[in-house]
């Protein structure tokens, strides 16, 4: 995945299983909420959060419920 940090100028490329080993290969999608230091990511009707470099408790979860979860 590319990434663009504050600390470096231009975008630079990582190997999603070298930052998180836990999650499966060929994920479809994901998605950084900066402000919660959060990342989202995507496989099938799975998702998984993860904070800096640690898997969050209870994950994955069913995309499903994110219908669910309050605005």
């Known amino acids: ?15 999603i299983s070298a930052f998180w080993p836990a999650l499966p290969s060929g ?3 994901a ?4 402000c919660k230091d959060t990342v989202f990511a995507f496989k099938g009707n799975q998702f998984w959060a ?4 640690e898997m969050q ?10 219908a669910s979860q309050p605005q």
């Open 57 to 66: 408790a209870g994950f994955p979860k069913s995309i499903y419920t994110l």
């Open 31 to 34: 998605y950084e909420v900066t």
């Open 1 to 15: 995945f590319w990434r663009k940090s504050l600390r470096t100028a231009e975008p630079e490329l990582y190997l």
């Open 27 to 29: 994920l479809d999608a």
């Open 50 to 53: 993860i904070r800096g470099l």
